[in-house]
């Protein structure tokens, strides 16, 4: 089936930006959300960044707070792992999560990388898991078992951060 050989491809191969190839000059608001565009995959219009999400997220504390209206490289990588999480997890828990990785002391491009390795290998696993000789009667039973996957991989990543959430909120009370 030649939608699932283009998914299981694009899966395989698309990938975003490395830290060192994000463009290092500063770029405006209208760019960096068509610069974003390119940054993960997707198959329609609807789940396209808006520059109001670009505020909000910096507003929540999400993404850092732009130099003089310019976004840089740590926005971009920023805003790449919030898009992607925002799929699956709320504010508070992604909020939650990069308050976890802050902690480790590790710089924005080794934080970026770990989030690009994360991705790679789930990516990289789904991809495997479809079958492109699949027909027809085959794809509702694929679908349940990406369905089941990402309700077991939900349950174990509300655990962690439920563990993860009470030391940041101890923390942050006087």
Same mark, same amino acid.
């Given at each position: ?71 840089? /490289? ?33 710089? /924005? /491009? ?21 079958? /492109? ?42």
């Amino acid at each position: 089936m030649d939608e699932l050989i283009e998914l299981r491809a694009r899966m395989e191969q698309e990938r975003p930006t490395p830290w060192e190839d994000l463009p290092d000059l500063a770029l405006y608001m209208d760019q960096l959300v068509s610069y974003m565009s390119r940054q993960l995959i997707r198959f329609d219009e609807g789940s396209a960044l808006t520059s109001a999400m670009v505020n909000n997220y910096i507003k929540d504390g999400l993404v850092p707070r732009a130099e003089g209206k310019r976004y840089g /490289p740590i926005h971009l990588g920023y805003l790449t792992a919030v898009v992607a999480l925002k799929q699956v997890l709320t504010v508070r828990d992604i909020g939650a999560l990069m308050e976890a990785g802050r902690a480790t002391e590790k710089s /924005p /491009p080794e934080l970026y990388g770990f989030f690009c390795d994360a991705l790679d290998r789930a990516l990289a696993g789904t991809a495997q898991s479809i079958d /492109p000789e699949a027909d027809q009667s085959d794809l509702a039973k694929m679908a349940l078992d990406f369905a089941v996957r990402s309700y077991a991989n939900q349950l174990a990543c509300q655990r962690i951060l439920s563990i993860l959430q009470p030391k940041e909120e101890k923390k942050r009370k006087p």
